[in-house]
């Protein structure tokens, strides 16, 4: 049976976003102070409004924020927002883009945090930075990143957003507001904190500064001046500023680094990656991981990685990197890799477990000879792995289901049978990787891991290349489980690993992704394990091969999204998989995943404000889905899920557009397509219920009776549940959580 290629889940950028809590909140349910509604005392900004240039500049880091208040004598004021949330959007779509409102931050050095990323990437192909269309002044990964420093100085515990907090010289709070019930006291506490000051900033001498002087300063004025000048300058003026860095080797300068880096000048690149090397700043860090891999000399290359042995000695990401760096370029002791691509590309049969009843009719078998034979070893052993087989088998698992009181019992009794029989050839003196296999795999499945891994580990070294059947090669993938929680363990207490064991699991980790019996799960423990130690390039790879293999793979098609977007920026996600669809060979559910990939196009080009480009992609993610439900019948329900959000998303736009009739009609029919997911929040944090409250208030505003009469009467048709608060705006009111409200439950995957 064709299954269904996705569940529904929520349409995120990012896998795991911190769940900020809602100021709108206070303001007490549906209604606020006085009997305004929050859509009323916070109105979304209009496409005209988020048009405007968000007028506060923020600094790029924490270390630049304090670097740059000490020379200035400026408190810091640290913002923090929130997407979706109604009285941050209203800050960030309106009041940040007002020069009234941005003039009362201006003597301030202001930071800003948000979890959420509006542009897909921070920097081109050049090296040239992409700025937040949301903040103006910084990065996505920079307010994104600045976040949990944030948190762990001054958030007391509690994510809450909008917030604003004025930080003194001395790290020292004088303010911190939130839970306002109206944007005046914000901009008083603002106001005040400044007239209230009881110092002065020191006098302004940036003016006298020179270009080269530049470059040894923090701020983001002077940061972006140098930046601009050695974009727009020839080559001898490029060569004085990055001869420059060299004289301030201790503050970051990784953003000038990477023009020249990612540039054509190959003299110029040799030069900054030479002040990349001699580098003192953490920042550097990842600027050297990135830079290795571009083509360059063996001195250059072995330049760099040192440089990282180097930082290493402060900073454990620099370590991790150099230890990935030697590693993947090592040959694994303990798994011949060669040898078992060689003994993969033949007729080995891999069969699993054949016929389910022929298996317990094994087990009988096999028992029968144990008795039979007691005191031969290979008789317990054959019976322990028999049962090991049966125990895993997907239909054990279903038929141990019938009665969930008993399931868990009879599972671990199966695999405490196993043991006890691979123990007892053990005692009898079975010896090789067989008996430890065996052991170790139902220690594995009773929760003892230490045996488990210890166990993998010996049977591993005995294990020849090609060896066929499932223990084989659950022996392989407990292995580099083991090696891979070991360098987990490491890397969480900040300690040395030997660099053998990222080898070892790359090795594996290979031997799975051709293994017939290897799984999609290996494909994405083994990318996400080369992601967190940064190992990019190698990452990409083993997913284009996992996709080749696992093409209806849902968690492998959001990392291969993830990575479309980070190299090739929004418009080339939906040309990628614009062109995956025209192979000969593709499969049917991957219009499916291209109507995923158009709806995370259509959000990213709604944060940057081109609504036309965001219309059609909508569009266009509608047709995959209409077209993935006549590919596959089984796919219908999560398919009319995201095309009701589809149609809640153009709605948001014609909104924001003032276009309210249009606005009304995409909403009738995402009511109609799925009234369940009236409730979920889509990329930006907004849900079709959300958008009708807010499209409801500007009718009601307007005068727009007969339209608002329509839209009314599909909300009261609506179920109650549906048009509650989201979870993070119910938190702070008291409200109890439900698990399982029947309009946001997610279907399961179809087999």
């Not at 897909?120 to 040239?128: I, L």
């Not at 306002?180 to 110092?199: L, P, Q, W, Y």
């Not at 049962?387 to 868990?408: F, I, S």
Request: aromatic share 8%.
């Amino acid at each position: 049976m064709t299954r269904n290629p996705a569940r529904l889940r929520p349409l995120a950028y990012a896998a795991s976003l911190l769940a900020f809590l809602s100021v709108a909140a206070a303001q007490g349910g549906t209604g606020a102070a006085g009997g305004v509604s929050r859509e009323e005392m916070w109105p979304a900004p209009t496409a005209e409004e988020w048009a405007q240039p968000c007028l506060i500049t923020f600094q790029r880091t924490w270390a630049d924020a304090v670097k740059t208040s000490r020379e200035t004598g400026k408190a810091i004021l640290v913002c923090v927002n929130m997407d979706g949330e109604p009285a941050s959007e209203h800050y960030a779509g309106i009041r940040y883009r007002q020069a009234d409102k941005a003039a009362l931050y201006a003597p301030y050095v202001c930071v800003i945090a948000s979890v959420y990323r509006h542009n897909p990437r921070d920097f081109d192909e050049e090296g040239r930075r992409i700025l937040c269309p949301r903040f103006g002044s910084v990065t996505c990964g920079e307010h994104i990143w600045i976040e949990p420093t944030l948190y762990e100085k001054f958030l007391d515990g509690r994510r809450i957003a909008p917030r604003h907090i004025m930080v003194e010289l001395d790290g020292k709070e004088t303010y911190d507001v939130f839970y306002a019930m109206d944007t005046d006291s914000v901009f008083k506490a603002i106001d005040d904190g400044i007239v209230n000051r009881e110092r002065e900033p020191f006098p302004d001498t940036r003016g006298d500064l020179t270009l080269e002087e530049r470059v040894g300063s923090a701020d983001i004025d002077d940061r972006t001046m140098v930046e601009n000048a050695y974009r727009g300058g020839d080559k001898v003026l490029r060569r004085r500023l990055l001869q420059a860095t060299l004289r301030y080797s201790d503050l970051s300068h990784t953003d000038l680094l990477r023009l020249a880096i990612f540039g054509l000048d190959v003299e110029l690149a040799r030069l900054a990656r030479q002040a990349l090397a001699e580098s003192t700043a953490e920042s550097a860090i990842e600027l050297i991981n990135e830079a290795l891999r571009v083509p360059m000399d063996a001195a250059e290359r072995e330049a760099l990685v040192v440089a990282l042995e180097r930082l290493g000695t402060t900073w454990p990401r620099a370590r991790t990197l150099a230890a990935v760096h030697r590693g993947l370029a090592g040959r694994s002791h303990a798994v011949d890799a060669d040898g078992w691509s060689t003994a993969l590309a033949g007729e080995g049969n891999y069969a699993h477990t054949g016929d389910w009843l022929a298996l317990e009719a094994s087990i009988d078998y096999k028992a029968e000879i144990r008795q039979a034979r007691p005191e031969d070893p290979s008789a317990h052993l054959d019976l322990a792995e028999a049962t090991l087989v049966l125990a895993v088998d997907p239909e054990t698992a279903q038929a141990l289901a019938a009665d969930p009181r008993t399931a868990l019992t009879y599972g671990l009794l199966m695999f405490e049978d196993a043991r006890r029989a691979a123990q007892a050839a053990e005692d009898l003196g079975a010896v090789g990787w067989r008996v430890n296999a065996a052991i170790g795999l139902s220690a594995y499945y009773l929760g003892d891991l230490e045996t488990a891994y210890a166990r993998a580990e010996v049977a591993m070294k005995g294990l020849p290349a090609g060896t066929e059947g499932w223990s084989a090669m659950a022996t392989v993938a407990l292995f580099a489980e083991a090696r891979q929680k070991a360098i987990a363990k490491a890397l969480d207490e900040k300690t040395q690993w030997p660099t053998q064991w990222l080898t070892d699991v790359n090795a594996a980790y290979s031997v799975l992704a051709k293994h017939p019996l290897g799984s999609e799960l290996h494909v994405v423990a083994h990318y996400d394990f080369l992601r967190r130690l940064g190992a990019r390039g190698q990452a990409a790879r083993v997913l284009d091969e996992g996709l080749a293999r696992f093409s209806d793979c849902a968690p492998l098609h959001d990392r291969l999204r993830g990575s479309i977007l980070w190299n090739k920026g929004v418009r080339g996600l939906e040309r990628a998989y614009e062109t995956l669809l025209e192979a000969e060979d593709a499969p049917p559910n991957l219009e499916w995943f291209a109507g995923y990939a158009s709806l995370v196009a259509a959000e990213f080009h709604r944060r940057a404000g081109d609504d036309r480009a965001a219309t059609l992609a909508y569009d266009r993610a509608i047709g995959h889905y209409e077209r993935a439900i006549a590919n596959n019948a089984e796919s219908r329900d999560s398919a009319d899920h995201y095309i009701a959000l589809a149609f809640a998303g153009r709605a948001r736009v014609a909104l924001e557009r003032e276009e309210y009739a249009a606005a009304l009609t995409d909403l009738l029919l995402s009511f109609e397509r799925r009234e369940e997911s009236a409730a979920s929040l889509d990329g930006l944090n907004l849900s079709p219920a959300g958008t009708a409250k807010m499209l409801l208030a500007r009718l009601e505003a307007t005068d727009r009776t007969e339209l608002a009469a329509r839209l009314q009467a599909a909300l009261d048709a609506l179920d109650p549940i549906l048009l509650e608060l989201p979870d993070f705006e119910r938190e702070v009111q008291g409200i109890p959580r439900r698990d399982r409200i029947p309009g946001r439950r997610r279907p399961q995957r179809n087999r």
